[in-house]
């Protein structure tokens, strides 16, 4: 799962200099909830906060709750239900009828902020793993708010034995592949003293997207990518397109032959590409050598007949390309059509086929 963690870590690296922050966690919900558990918010002292554990309308209600941990550093359990109007009571007026259960715990600057020091470090390095976090114990060597990060070496914390957990190595895998479909998992360790009460939670960088060809239609494919919080790499023979001005700034623009992509790129650490050169030589050279990195998501801008003639030239036939590529939405100007591709992806790597959530008969 992805949970926002790139604009959490920003939050966390900005107040690096703040003597504690406080982290809300959604450790439980029941019935219809905007977050799932593993969802988290950063608050600062100052009330200000980034993350989102609803559509905006517990966060500022979240922020008065954690001035009470701010003042006294005890972990908090607050819980918003919705399920019999208290929202409206509130004056939130969701109407979810949910149960949103989360956990405010404060993390010191002299202890590393809790897992976020770590964590800003693997998530840097691009590295995956879990974290177990300790919801609730009887154990009176553990409480609320304990926790064990493990995301390889050099870039683990916490108490090892969290990870004890009959799921672990479920878990691990799962961060490791870069399914973001498994969210979390809720077990329990027995120890002589009594029971701990884990919430564990995959930890997966943001996904990797290769888009070769920096004409204008890669332009907004780029911003959706960015604005989703993926890491966006752009190629191009042309200089005069390949420019990191016409790009988000937080986008890498090379200016590569199309033979040289392989060894430029790193493509066994990309999630999706996306071909979109409109040149069918340019295209069948990128093709030949994201096919034989073996990418999970190829995506080829052209009608199916093209896709096809390009596997055929070079010897894939048999190999899986979205081409064209895209959901079905009508799509027909850049705009469109990149929402229409981003969105392919975001199905893609979230295993779901993309259809409609309400479905409506001819």
């Known amino acids: ?58 966060e500022s209600d979240l922020a008065a709750h954690a001035r ?31 149960i949103i259960h989360l956990m405010l715990q404060r993390l010191d600057s002299n202890t590393g902020f ?21 919801t609730s114990s009887n154990d009176p060597g553990y409480s ?5 990060l493990d995301c390889g070496t050099g870039f683990s914390a916490g108490d090892s034995l969290l990870m004890q957990s009959k799921r672990t190595n479920e878990g691990a895998s799962v961060a490791s592949g870069h399914n973001m479909s498994r969210r979390y998992w809720q077990d329990s360790i027995r120890t002589a003293s009594g029971t701990i009460d884990l919430l564990l939670i995959p930890i997966m960088p ?25 890491k966006c790499t752009i190629v191009d023979h042309r200089p005069g397109f390949a420019r990191a001005d016409r790009f988000p700034a937080q986008c890498e623009v090379r200016v590569l032959q199309p033979a040289e992509l392989s060894q430029n790129i790193a493509l066994g650490e990309l999630d999706a590409t996306v071909l979109m050169t409109h040149h069918l030589g340019h295209d069948r050279s990128y093709l ?33 390309v979205y081409g064209p590529a895209g959901l079905d939405i009508g799509a027909e100007m850049p705009e469109s059509i990149a929402l229409a591709i981003v969105a392919e992806i975001h199905a893609f790597l979230n295993r779901r086929d993309g259809s409609m959530l309400t479905q409506i008969n001819a």
């Open 68 to 98: 009470g941990v701010f003042e006294d550093g005890k972990t908090r359990n607050v819980c918003y239900n919705m399920s019999e109007g208290d929202d409206f009571a509130w004056g939130l007026g969701l109407g979810c009828d949910g």
């Open 288 to 320: 030949s050598q994201v096919v034989e990195a073996s990418l999970s998501y190829i995506g080829l801008l052209g009608p199916r007949a093209r896709r096809d003639r390009l596997l055929d030239e070079i010897g894939a036939s048999g190999v899986h």
């Open 206 to 230: 943001p996904p990797a997207i290769l888009i070769c060809g920096a004409g204008h239609d890669a332009v907004p494919v780029a911003r959706l990518a960015i604005e989703m919080g993926w």
């Open 1 to 58: 799962m992805h949970l926002g963690l790139t604009a959490l870590l920003e939050f966390y690296d900005a107040h690096q200099g703040d003597d504690a922050l406080v982290l809300g966690t959604v450790v439980a919900t029941q019935g219809s909830t905007y977050r799932k558990p593993g969802a988290m918010m950063l608050i600062a002292a100052d009330s200000s906060y980034r993350g989102l554990i609803s559509g905006g309308c517990l």
């Open 144 to 148: 609320a708010g304990d926790f064990s």
């Open 114 to 134: 809790g897992f976020l020091e770590t964590l800003d470090r693997a998530w840097k390095n691009r590295n995956s793993g879990l974290l177990s976090l300790v």
